[in-house]
């Protein structure tokens, strides 16, 4: 069974650089899209990336230009590294897998719990 | 990018009833219509994709519909552990966007 698990500090100061992990077990990073999507408290979702586990990246316009996901194949991991956060950054972010081998369906089968991610001096 | 609105955003519904909820794309998504379920404290769960097929270990219950731009999903009879909020999803095009959800709650 696969799974995955989001990690990083629970609290980012304004105009600093957000950091998750996530590690999967019970299975392999490759052959896979892997995607980072987050929900502020109390509302909705919202798709940020995915990367293939060979590096190929995609991200939501609205969020490109502060947005870093990187892939660690001998760790299992992926990453996420969002720069100058402000307050509207404050959410549950989650790390999740798409459900076909090789394919960027935009579908995910596997998540991890998510992590709370805080943005306040 | 698509915007996908869903209606209404709360339904108070009392358990063994059935229940529609609507979802409305601002441009076509052809067959490409996903719903979560996110129970509370919990990730989201893929219920249905491709518009009508269940995901696996979805009940039969569960039932989705429609094409182009409106869609539906439909619980035939509340169980307790259905009282949560649902999301639809368009994946048809990048980036990928969801509706605001809809919360079924207990009447």
């Known amino acids: 069974q696969v799974q995955l698990q989001e990690s990083g500090p629970g609290l980012v100061k304004p105009s600093e650089t957000l950091s998750l992990t996530c590690t999967v077990s019970?299975?392999?990073?490759?052959?896979?899209?892997w995607s980072w999507i987050r929900q502020p408290p109390g509302k909705g979702l919202e798709w940020i990336g995915y990367?293939?586990?060979?590096?190929?990246?995609n991200y939501n316009p609205s969020l490109k230009s502060r947005v870093t996901i990187s892939v660690d194949t001998s760790k299992n991991q992926f990453s996420l590294k969002l720069t100058s956060v402000t307050a509207a950054d404050t959410a549950v972010y989650y790390c999740?897998?798409?459900?076909?081998?090789?394919?960027?369906?935009?579908?995910?089968?596997?998540w991890g719990q998510g992590a709370l991610v805080t943005v306040s001096s | 990018e698509i915007v996908m609105t869903q209606s209404p955003a709360t339904l108070s519904v009392s358990p063994g009833e059935r229940v529609t909820l609507s979802c409305r794309a601002s441009?076509?998504?052809?067959?490409?219509l996903a719903w979560y379920q996110q129970r509370p404290g919990q990730a989201p769960r893929l219920l249905i994709y491709?518009?009508?097929t269940r995901a696996t270990g979805i009940p039969a219950r569960f039932t989705g519909s429609g094409s182009g731009t409106r869609f539906t999903l439909t619980i035939s009879s509340l169980q307790s552990e259905d009282f949560a909020v649902y999301y639809c999803?368009?994946?048809?095009?990048?980036?990928?966007?969801f509706g605001g959800g809809t919360k079924l709650e207990i009447k």
């Open positions: 999740a897998r798409d459900s076909t081998a090789t394919v960027a369906g935009g579908l995910w089968d596997y």
């Open positions: 019970g299975g392999s990073i490759n052959n896979y899209y």
């Open positions: 990367i293939y586990y060979s590096g190929t990246t």
């Open positions: 441009q076509s998504v052809t067959g490409n």
């Open positions: 491709g518009v009508s």
């Open positions: 999803q368009q994946y048809n095009n990048w980036p990928l966007t």
